[in-house]
């Protein structure tokens, strides 16, 4: 007996191009499926399954998820080299602010982006 093969269509009550490419923009821009889904109205699953049956939407699905990425290591980076300000208080009131630097996401970016030099194995 042989396999039973489903084929995926595109239906009429799948979201129209305007929403996908909005869908897309929002991934990007918060690398979360479930936020961009849920800016764009469109179900979560709607999505998933929409990645498995058109190449195209797998493409553009592929490069926000490279792209929101690329600006979480931006924001990493500028991290790690500016530090983050935090408030300093006392009895409730504001008497100062301090920088604090994230050592270990230093090291960690670091030997993401160079493992031959900070690897553990490195010099």
């Known amino acids: 007996m042989s396999p039973i093969i489903r084929r995926h269509r595109i239906s009429a009550a799948s979201p129209t191009p305007e929403k996908l490419a909005t869908f897309l ?14 800016r764009t109205g469109i179900g979560r699953n709607t999505v998933y399954e929409r990645r498995k049956v058109d190449p195209a939407f797998a493409r553009g699905w592929q490069k926000a998820v490279e792209m929101a990425v ?10 790690a080299r ?15 602010v301090i920088r604090e630097y994230d050592n270990r996401l230093l090291q960690f970016l670091l030997r993401a982006l160079q493992p031959e030099v900070y690897g553990r194995h490195g010099r």
Request: net charge neutral; proline share 0%; no cysteine.
């Open 25 to 38: 923009r929002h991934l990007e821009e918060s690398g979360s499926v479930s936020f961009a889904a849920e």
């Open 70 to 79: 690329e600006s979480l290591r931006d924001i990493a980076i500028t991290r």
């Open 82 to 96: 500016d530090g983050t300000e935090r408030e300093l208080r006392r009895n409730g009131r504001r008497v100062g």
